[in-house]
Nanobody, 115 residues
Framework: QVQLVESGGGLVQAGGSLRLSCVAS????????MGWYRQAPGKQRELVAA???????NYADSVKGRFTISRENGRNTIALQMNSLEPEDTAVYYC?????????WGKGTLVTVSS
């Protein structure tokens, strides 16, 4: 099992920045992909950014050039630096780790961007 804990959400004005972190514990060996998803009210959960164990990254078109995903401390921590935030970025952000074909999720952290 893998346990994930997110932190760093909050309220920010449009144009501002936030940094999210996700710390993994438990059986973190053989993690093969990590990422951030978000779910806005009334919408489906969507991929925001993903990073592999070789640091290959991909981003949703809506966040390219504004958000940066990174790995820290080997495979146990990922971060999401969010710049130039827009009200449309308001959502609950979830950390996701993939291991042996299974998905592990954090409980989420709320990001609210005011206009």
């Amino acid at each position: 099992q893998v346990q994930l804990v997110e932190s760093g959400g909050g309220l920010v004005q449009a144009g501002g920045s936030l940094r999210l972190s996700c710390v993994a514990s438990g059986s973190t060996f053989s993690i093969n992909a990590m990422g951030w998803y978000r779910q806005a009210p009334g919408k489906q959960r969507e991929l925001v950014a993903a990073i592999s164990t070789t640091d290959s990254t991909n981003y949703a078109d809506s966040v390219k050039g504004r958000f940066t995903i990174s790995r820290e401390n080997g495979r146990n921590t990922i971060a999401l630096q969010m710049n130039s935030l827009e009200p449309e970025d308001t959502a609950v952000y979830y950390c996701n780790f993939k291991r042996y074909g299974s998905d592990y999720w954090g409980k989420g952290t709320l990001v609210t961007v005011s206009s």
